[in-house]
């Protein structure tokens, strides 16, 4: 995959800048004007305070910077933020066109788990992009040859290598890397060195057998166990998450409030919201500034934007991806219910913690019957992005505009599943962009009647 960062965006960067081998564009239209092309670099640069640290590194000016990209930069500079800023910026769309297929295809190569189907739409869309930019950028010409490099034929054979070996994260750089990382504590002798990587190896995989077999894992792990920081807050009802500090008490304010209570009665499926405002204002009530999901290792931290503090180079870990069931039959109250998962994008704004210890409270709320001496249930109020149209040119990546916030959600934490980016576009359509790089892996799976779909 470095022969795709390191070259081929590289080389399509040189297309577009009129800077690739001194060919010029010839017959085609796909230089970008210069302002245009200073402006993505801009924006790309910007994007590193309204992108969260987890995403990645920083991306610098690709226009003035650009030798300082790694290939994780451009990775992720082609895979999320390209999309969004190289939108309306090529003077016919079939470039832009071009190389979001480029970026469907780089994505399906990137998934965890890949079908025969999937395989076979590789291949055919590599062959269908490679005369795509035959056409547009060799455009056919002896004297264009060398727009031609490896690289652009070395993407025919990457479905065939995914058929024959896996998905491409089995075995391509990145992890390849990291793994001779590991191996070289091992060469403990000068003499003998690949005696001393043989037996590191014969060891590291029988060590590993007898944690997958015997169910040892966390027993047998040769890595510190993590274990939780102080003054956090973790309940076994919201066993994936944990809030970290700062924490503080006080009143809300009456939206809020208002907020909550509404929430809790869509939570009990209950209309007396004169008994839960009783019950909710004798609770004790606490903010937290930040959640973490540790669900994983690599769990997202995400931050209540009315608790984070405003140091001028922190990067924006505030908007989230939540879901929740939608009544698609609302507005039509004579019609049945219909419950349907929808997702939307929002600001977290407040990280709330209700503590129930009356009895009374603790039954009319639907707690059931526990050791636990506290029962919690804790809420994110989100304000939601108004997001527009899905974009026909963009279908089939998480890439979503908005430019103006609606209303504020009160929802209950589970259903907040991960941290989002946003990009800066400032065209004549849109402010944002938002990047939801999550893919298959957050996404919720609706249980009805007692089934798991």
């Given at each position: 995959m470095h022969l795709i960062w390191e070259n081929l965006i590289k080389n399509l960067v040189l297309h577009w800048t009129g800077e690739f081998k001194g060919l010029g564009e010839g017959s085609g239209s796909y230089i970008l004007e210069n302002s245009a092309w200073k402006a993505v670099g801009i924006a790309t640069a910007a994007s590193g305070s309204t992108i969260p640290s987890a995403f990645g590194s920083r991306v610098p000016n690709i226009v003035t910077d650009a030798t300082l990209c790694t290939a994780d930069m451009w990775s992720f500079w082609t895979l999320y933020l390209g999309p969004a800023l190289l939108r309306r910026r090529f003077r016919k769309p079939k470039y832009f066109k071009h190389f979001v297929q480029l970026v469907r295809?780089?994505?399906?190569?990137?998934?965890?788990?890949?079908?025969?189907?999937?395989?076979?739409?590789?291949?055919t869309g590599f062959i269908q992009w490679v005369q795509g930019y035959e056409e547009m950028y060799y455009q056919f010409s002896a004297a264009r040859l060398s727009a031609c490099p490896l690289t652009i034929h070395a993407l025919l054979h990457i479905a065939d290598s995914i058929e024959m070996c896996g998905p491409v994260w089995c075995y391509w750089a990145f992890p390849m890397e990291r793994y001779c990382g590991k191996l070289h504590p091992a060469l403990r002798s000068r003499r003998f060195p690949y005696a001393a990587l043989d037996r590191f190896v014969l060891e590291d995989a029988q060590l590993t057998q007898i944690?997958?077999?015997s169910g040892l894992t966390d027993e047998l792990s040769l890595r510190t166990p993590k274990q939780l920081m102080p003054g956090v807050f973790h309940?076994?009802?919201?066993?994936?998450?944990?809030?970290?500090?700062?924490?503080?008490?006080g009143e809300l304010t009456p939206g809020l409030m208002t907020?909550?209570?509404?929430?809790?009665?869509t939570r009990i499926n209950s209309s007396n919201t004169q008994t839960i405002r009783k019950y909710v204002n004798s609770a004790a009530i606490e903010q937290w500034a930040k959640v973490r999901c540790i669900d994983s290792e690599e769990?997202?931290?995400m931050w209540a934007s009315s608790l984070k503090s405003g140091q001028d180079d922190s990067r924006d870990a505030t908007f989230v991806r939540y879901q929740m069931l939608v009544d698609i039959n609302e507005r039509h109250r004579r019609q049945e219910t219909t419950l349907e998962l929808q997702t939307f994008y929002g600001q977290l704004q407040h990280i709330i913690v209700l503590k129930f210890q009356d009895p009374l409270a603790r039954c009319a709320l639907g707690f059931a019957a526990s050791d636990l001496d506290t029962d919690v249930i804790i809420l994110a109020a989100i304000r939601e992005c108004t997001l527009g149209p899905s974009n026909p040119s963009l279908h089939g990546l998480d890439v979503h505009f908005?430019?103006?916030m609606g209303a504020r959600r009160v929802v209950d934490l589970t259903c907040v599943q991960c941290v989002v980016g946003r990009v800066p576009v400032m065209d004549d359509e849109w402010d944002w962009a938002i990047i939801d790089r999550s893919g298959s892996l957050v996404r919720a799976v609706q249980a009805m009647d007692g089934v798991n779909s």
């Open positions: 295809l780089l994505t399906t190569c990137l998934q965890y788990e890949i079908s025969k189907e999937e395989i076979s739409d590789l291949r944690k997958l077999i309940h076994p009802s919201y066993k994936d998450f944990i809030l970290l500090p700062a924490c503080r008490t907020g909550i209570i509404s929430a809790i009665a769990g997202d931290t908005y430019s103006t």
